[in-house]
């Protein structure tokens, strides 16, 4: 009996060759071994929903790694990461509202998250966890980067409590700079500080306990996945809903949503005119808010 590590690995192996043929094939090989983690063992013991999280998991960050990362220069890469962080609402108003009160009001929201970055890749025990292996996985530096940036990304907007991740780790930057004063990255150095991260050593910057909580609840990857099971139960019973009291065409367009696909895509996908796909969306969101 094959067991499920090996038939994730030859999935996503075949995954991988259909999506990335301009790839060679140790590239391809190096993906696989990053998606799947170093502990394959833990697949065997994992009850089926918990292995369905890991599998969404899997599919949410090989997205976000072609979407944006994967084969892009370092310079472009980190600029994509930052412009992606700066258009969480949550986070540029939170970082907006205390520059306009700070003495640093010439600062934008990209230097403060670019400050916040330096920090976590210096201190944060999982992105340095998650370096190494990187590090272990591949040797090739443009992938390294592009999966150091997707593993960032993918970290930073983890909810907690309804908010990213990335907002406790600007609370903490905020009441630390309170302290000692706001410090000026070189410009020059963004991509070097980036890039050169899987070799270096684990920095000493305390961890306070506001960063403890959100490791005991994140960085564990049972309970987010325990987590990730219960909002694909609700998932599920609202799209089974949909179906049966709705319209089935509106359970299949929010199945389609939730992995990311465009209107235009959905359209294509399910054959339809753009126009009936806004109305399904229409749909979906009254019945969602009632």
């Known amino acids: 009996m094959t067991s499920i590590s090996v038939e994730l ?5 075949d995954r991988l060759l259909e999506d990335l043929r301009q790839q060679t094939p140790q590239t391809r090989s190096d993906i696989v071994c990053w998606l799947l983690g170093e502990d394959r063992a833990r697949f065997e013991a994992l009850p089926p929903g918990q292995l ?3 599998k969404q998991a899997m599919e ?3 997205r976000i790694l072609c979407q944006r990362y994967l084969n892009v220069s370092p310079t472009a890469a980190y600029s994509r990461l930052i412009k992606r962080l700066s258009s969480i609402m949550m986070v540029r108003n939170k970082i907006r509202t205390w520059v306009s009160l700070s003495r640093d009001r010439h600062r934008a929201v990209a230097d403060v998250l ?4 330096q920090e976590m890749l210096n201190s944060d025990r999982y992105i340095q966890s998650s370096i190494s292996v990187i590090a272990r996985c591949t040797t090739n530096e443009s992938l390294r980067n592009a999966l150091l940036m997707t593993t960032i990304e993918e970290y930073c907007l983890r909810p907690i409590r309804n908010q990213p991740l990335l907002v406790y780790r600007f609370v903490n930057f905020l009441r630390r700079s309170q302290r000692g004063g706001m410090t000026q990255v070189p410009q020059s150095r963004n991509i070097r500080i980036i ?3 899987i070799g270096i050593n684990e920095g000493d910057d305390p961890v306070n306990l506001h960063d403890k909580e959100a490791l005991a609840r994140y960085e564990d990857e049972r309970v987010w996945e325990a987590q990730q099971t219960l909002r694909l139960e609700v998932q599920r019973e609202f799209e089974r809903y949909l179906e ?3 319209d089935p065409l509106a359970a299949r367009w929010l199945g389609l949503y939730l992995q990311g696909h465009t209107q235009e895509a959905i359209a294509q996908k399910l054959n339809l005119p ?5 109305r399904l969306r229409e749909k979906v969101g009254y019945h969602a808010k009632g």
């Not at 690995?9 to 192996?13: A, G, I, M, P």
């Not at 753009?274 to 806004?278: G, L, M, N, R």
């Open 274 to 278: 753009i126009k009936q796909i806004y």
């Open 244 to 246: 049966h009291k709705v």
């Open 60 to 62: 949410y960050r090989y």
């Open 52 to 54: 369905n999280i890991i």
């Open 114 to 117: 670019q400050e916040i970055l």
């Open 9 to 13: 690995e030859t999935l996503w192996q």
């Open 195 to 197: 890039s050169e991260e």
